[in-house]
């Protein structure tokens, strides 16, 4: 909440004020006590949601920043887990090579490790905007060949590690939302959070096979 909350507090209080006292009748002194009041608390209001706008907005700049080392990684990216709604959708042993960096993104080469003849030139684009909610995204544009169905969305950034890995998320018709892992190495910390941040069944890719497998699950440690 920002400027536009403060104001609304503003109204609220001084139709408070104005509703419960009889405001011609008070001395000239109350009156000046009672405006002071609702600016000294309208004005704590304010400080308040604006520290809570800042946190919000750094927390944003954080993150499109480990985001965007991750895009802009010399290293192979892999796509190694997704949300089981999506697994008709995207294929499994996506791989990303780099190419060239950019100011907001990177150029990279898309293409399945089985078949790696069919390739797609894509820019990598992220995408900031500091007007609230601030919500980092990242989209796939084609510059040669054609991009695999359900990479021309926009896709909402839920977290990102620098040289590690970085999740996205998107919404279907339905309202439904689905998740993907790009790492540039399978580990457990990326795998783990991307369990706490998204909600339904997971697939992890084989990439030796080039096919989306069940998610073991973890075994308990024993007493």
């Not at 021309?152 to 892992?181: F, M, Q, R, V």
Request: with cysteine; aromatic share 8%.
């Amino acid at each position: 909440m920002g400027p536009v909350v403060c104001r609304g507090w503003s109204w609220l209080l001084g139709t408070a004020v104005f509703s419960h006292v009889r405001w011609h009748r008070c001395p000239k002194m109350q009156r000046k006590t009672f405006l002071l009041s609702i600016l000294i608390i309208t004005f704590g209001l304010c400080a308040a949601e604006g520290e809570t706008d800042q946190e919000r907005i750094k927390k944003s700049e954080d993150l499109y920043r480990k985001a965007l080392n991750v895009v802009q990684t010399t290293s192979n990216l892999r796509l190694f887990k997704i949300s089981s709604s999506i697994n008709k959708t995207v294929a499994a042993c996506l791989v990303t090579k780099f190419l060239e960096k950019e100011t907001r993104g990177a150029i990279r080469m898309l293409y399945r490790k089985d078949t790696p003849s069919q390739k797609t030139k894509i820019y990598v684009a992220l995408h900031y905007s500091t007007v609230l909610p601030i919500r980092p995204s990242l989209q796939a544009h084609p510059i040669r060949g054609q991009l695999p169905p359900y990479w021309n969305e926009n896709l909402i950034i839920k977290h990102a590690e620098i040289d590690d890995c970085i999740i996205l998320e998107s919404t279907d018709l339905n309202g439904d939302l689905s998740c993907l892992l790009w790492a540039l190495q399978k580990n457990n910390k990326c795998m783990k959070i991307f369990d706490k941040m998204c909600t339904g069944e997971a697939l992890v890719a084989n990439m030796k096979t080039c096919q989306w497998t069940k998610q073991k699950k973890a075994r308990k440690a024993d007493n």
